[in-house]
Nanobody, 124 residues
Framework: VHLVESVGGSVQAGGSLRLSCAAS????????IAWFRQGSGLDREGVAT???????SYADSVKCRFTISKDNAKNTLYLQMNSMKPEDTAMYYC???????????????????WGQGTQVTVPS
């Protein structure tokens, strides 16, 4: 299984950025997949999940600003980030579970496969 995130970048506060995660050896249609992030000196935290029937969940810190989605035909996961804030600065990772539904809690330990991460910076 390989999960490859798109290149992140630097975005001004209030701006938008879309991340993608291309999967191989794994079908995004069939399992729970997610985005996590890890700021400097911080624990890796869950950002959003999406299950096989499109149900989504979000961390409180990103609700109404971020949108997780997937394209089953392209076998790709996306994270649309709007109204970005300096506190969104982090390494962003896509993650894949082996279950069709997403377990509650956005817990790192629930996910088996991980991408290499991509840096997103929102200067203050």
């Amino acid at each position: 299984v390989h999960l490859v995130e798109s290149v992140g970048g630097s975005v001004q506060a209030g701006g938008s950025l879309r991340l993608s995660c291309a999967a191989s050896g794994y079908t995004v249609r069939g399992y729970c997949i997610a985005w996590f992030r890890q700021g400097s000196g911080l624990d890796r935290e869950g950002v959003a999940t999406i299950d096989t029937i499109g149900r989504t969940s979000y961390a409180d810190s990103v609700k109404c600003r971020f949108t997780i989605s997937k394209d089953n035909a392209k076998n790709t996961l996306y994270l649309q980030m709007n109204s970005m804030k300096p506190e969104d600065t982090a390494m962003y990772y896509c993650a894949a579970d082996t279950l069709w539904y997403c377990r509650p809690g956005l817990r790192r330990d629930d996910f088996t496969y991980w991408g290499q991460g991509t840096q997103v910076t929102v200067p203050s």
